[in-house]
């Protein structure tokens, strides 16, 4: 499992000030309205930001960081991606995963057939579609239903799946 979850990337500055323009990788955008730091990664260091203010534009986050007053001091951050510890992750329900956890999980069918690992979560709106890539390189795609995903177990790293009638043969 991973220690940082991801919730944004910066994608441009905005205005003169210091601000940046994030786009935000969460399932609620208001979230950046509780979150008092993030971390991000410039390869050479991980600075710890703090975040000042935060303003909302179209599907677009905009935050001020108390660490930088300008913009020539946050061009550093375009296109770098914004984290949080986990500990401040946003609780999950009980049939809820994050899909960095999800990623890379051996999938097997009920009667214990290995499909492959699972390599990319489509976010549709009606249900997440899991994507599944066996050994060949061929992929599988298993809608993220109760009736299809059985058992996530993230400690054995291993989903078991059960394939409705017609999944194999598209």
């Known amino acids: 499992m991973e220690d940082f979850l991801r919730v944004g990337v910066v994608t441009s500055t905005h205005g003169i000030a210091g601000e940046v323009k994030v786009f935000p990788t969460t399932d609620d955008a208001a979230r950046f309205k509780k979150l008092k730091e993030v971390f991000v990664d410039l390869g050479r260091e991980q600075l710890t930001l703090h975040i000042a203010s935060v303003k909302f534009f179209k599907n677009m986050v905009i935050l001020k960081f108390k660490e930088f007053g300008s913009i020539n001091e946050v061009e550093k951050l375009v296109k770098k991606d914004l984290m949080i510890s986990r500990e401040l992750a946003v609780p999950l329900s009980e049939d809820e995963n994050f899909i960095c956890d999800l990623i890379g999980l051996l999938t097997v069918t009920e009667d214990g057939e290995e499909l492959g690992a699972l390599s990319d979560v489509l976010q549709t709106g009606a249900n997440d579609v899991y994507v599944i890539t066996d050994k060949s390189g061929r992929e599988l795609l298993i ?15 291993k989903m078991t799946v059960h394939l409705l009638e017609g999944l194999l043969d598209l």
Request: hydrophobic share 40%.
């Open 143 to 157: 809608p993220a239903i109760k009736q299809c995903i059985l058992d996530v177990d993230l400690n054995e790293q």
